[in-house]
């Protein structure tokens, strides 16, 4: 079978370098991929957020498999198009990536579900949201609500830390429309594990537990990265 | 790498944080209920899903989803799944992911970033890498591209976060000790990667 990896980062090198292994597949196209994807699949020039290229370039290869790996075609519904055209589609459709795409979804869904996350607050405009700052206790943590490239989050030590984030979010809007809204959330302590699941929508099967270094220094020193380094055992 | 760096004993190791009496409160109390929850919002969620956790006093809390693969913890993940992974992805699109058993093989992995120096923020691209393939002769070490392109057979950077050097031994000292006898190897201008992955 012909399969599609959309992306460029280490996540897609290490999708297509497991998904060469198939017996089953005999080509792997990654659109864009990178400099080490090149070396053992056929990298092609589709951007990863261009849905109709995407589409088009599958039906062109007649591919078998496309798996959707970024965060952005998600949200953006690349799963809900191939499927529309007939092509199989591995990836959440639109409105089941929102669990990421939106903070408030996701927070509002754990609240009426029952399960358990930190205590929070949604702010549509940013007069309430520093108003509700006010009487709080810090640190906390104040999130927009869309996708920010993993930077939307951000630990207020004190008051006018809090309120400087939600200014540079709502006001300023650092992170355009993903800063819409705010979810100001409780400062949980503890420490973070990853856990990465398989699932059809109704039976979910989980992987193997990780955790990652998001810091750019050692100690967890500096600023907030994409991830230094993760390990799994 | 610096020796004296890996502590002689595991202050706390990974697998003693996520335990399996941990396993089984996360199964029954958040992962089963979320993709119960998006069901009934009409949202079915198939493909996979990332839960970050926090383990605090009160047991385990969901911090954030992501809808997909994380990055990097995937480098650290799929090196340990022993089934053929296009199975799976056939199962999740059929919705009969309850008829196949899934497969992971209990060494440990590590990966460690070697990014451009002056990331998260300004950074220049365009350098030469050396050593990736001097790297990868070993064969518990393979070297995940994230920022690069390749002409005429050489390596150039090409992002701020530039290679995932990954490293898989039976034991998590091992890893990291081969990871980062991996990233020894491997050279490019103003590279910079953390001294400290693995030790928490």
């Known amino acids: 079978m012909k399969v599609l990896v959309v992306g460029s980062g280490g996540r897609e090198h290490t999708l297509v370098w497991k998904i060469v292994q198939s017996p089953k597949v005999e080509k792997v196209y990654c659109a864009p991929g990178n400099g080490g994807i090149s070396a053992i699949a056929e990298c092609v020039p589709v951007k990863a957020m261009d849905i109709d290229g995407i589409v088009n370039f599958s039906k062109e290869k007649e591919i078998d498999m496309v798996v959707v790996a970024p965060d952005d075609p998600l949200a953006a519904g690349m799963v809900d198009a191939l499927e529309e055209a007939g092509i199989r589609a591995f990836g959440p459709r639109k409105a089941a990536a929102t669990i990421e795409s939106s903070k408030a979804f996701a927070k509002n869904l754990m609240k009426k579900y029952n399960i358990p996350t930190a205590s929070y607050e949604v702010f549509e405009n940013s007069t309430d949201a520093i108003s509700y700052l006010q009487n709080q206790q810090y640190p906390l943590v104040v999130k927009a609500d869309g996708l920010a490239l993993g930077k939307g989050v951000i630990i207020a030590q004190n008051f006018d830390e809090a309120k400087q984030a939600v200014e540079s979010i709502m006001e300023d809007k650092v992170f355009g429309e993903a800063g819409s809204k705010v979810v100001i959330e409780e400062f949980l302590v503890g420490q973070e594990v990853s856990m990465l699941a398989f699932t059809d929508g109704k039976t979910i099967k989980t992987m193997v537990s990780s955790q990652d270094h998001k810091r750019a220094l050692d100690n967890d020193q500096g600023l907030n990265t994409g991830g230094m380094g993760t390990f799994s055992k | ?200």
């Open chain 2, 1 to 200: 790498m610096t020796k004296g760096l890996i502590p002689e004993v595991w202050e706390r190791s990974p697998s003693r944080i996520y335990t399996e009496e941990i396993d089984k409160y996360c199964m029954e109390k958040i992962y089963k209920p979320t993709i119960e929850a998006m069901e009934k919002e009409g949202r079915k969620f198939k493909g996979v899903l990332y839960f970050g956790l926090i383990i605090t006093k009160d047991g385990p809390k969901v911090l954030e989803y992501n809808a997909r693969f994380g990055d990097p913890e995937t480098q650290v993940v799929l090196p340990r799944l022993n089934t053929d992974i296009i199975d799976i992805f056939d199962a999740i699109i059929d919705e009969r992911l309850d008829e196949i058993e899934i497969s992971w093989n209990d060494n440990a992995c590590v990966c460690v970033i070697m990014a451009s120096g002056g990331y998260p923020k300004e950074y220049k691209t365009g350098y030469e890498i050396s050593g990736i393939e001097d790297a990868e002769r070993d064969a518990n070490i393979v070297v995940f591209h994230a920022g690069t392109k390749r002409e005429d057979g050489k390596y150039y950077t090409a992002g701020g976060r530039v290679l995932g050097v990954t490293a898989m031994e039976s034991n998590l000292d091992q890893a990291i000790k081969k990871a980062y006898e991996g990233v020894g190897k491997i050279k490019f201008q103003d590279m910079h990667y953390r001294k400290d992955i693995g030790i928490k």
